[in-house]
């Protein structure tokens, strides 16, 4: 079975960074597309980023150029490194994996990713 574990959030002031991770188990293959995901209450879903098991990436074009996301496979480990922090980043973030297709369409549909995590809160003060 399949289990995502986040961990890293946290809170920061304005223009901090936070590291987040999620460590990866349960997978008999070794290639799978990663990504995160973020919800603020009383909104929808959104898709941040989005790695493929070729390391091609995508990000939400809110996140671009401030956040990276990265793997480690010896370590099964996803990570999602943020700079520049701000308000409007606070929120619940979510690892998730195993899309149909991966890339930027699936950060338009959380409903596609098989796997989520518990999710880690992260919080960025003004």
């Known amino acids: 079975q399949v289990q995502l574990v986040e961990s890293g959030g946290g809170s920061v002031q304005a223009g901090g960074s936070l590291r987040l991770s999620c460590g990866v188990s349960g997978y008999a293959r070794s290639t799978y597309c990663m990504g995160w995901f973020r919800q603020v209450v009383g909104k929808e879903r959104e898709g941040v980023a989005a790695i493929d098991s070729d390391g091609s990436t995508e990000y939400a074009d809110s996140v671009k150029g401030r956040f990276t996301i990265s793997k480690d496979n010896a370590k099964k480990t996803l990570y999602l490194h943020m700079n520049s922090l701000t308000p409007e980043d606070t929120a619940m973030y979510y690892c998730?994996?195993?899309?149909?297709?991966?890339?930027?369409?699936?950060?338009?549909?959380?409903?596609?990713?098989?796997?989520w995590g518990q999710g880690t809160q992260v919080t960025v003060s003004a």
């Open positions: 998730v994996s195993d899309p149909p297709t991966c890339g930027a369409y699936a950060l338009t549909s959380p409903g596609k990713w098989s796997y």
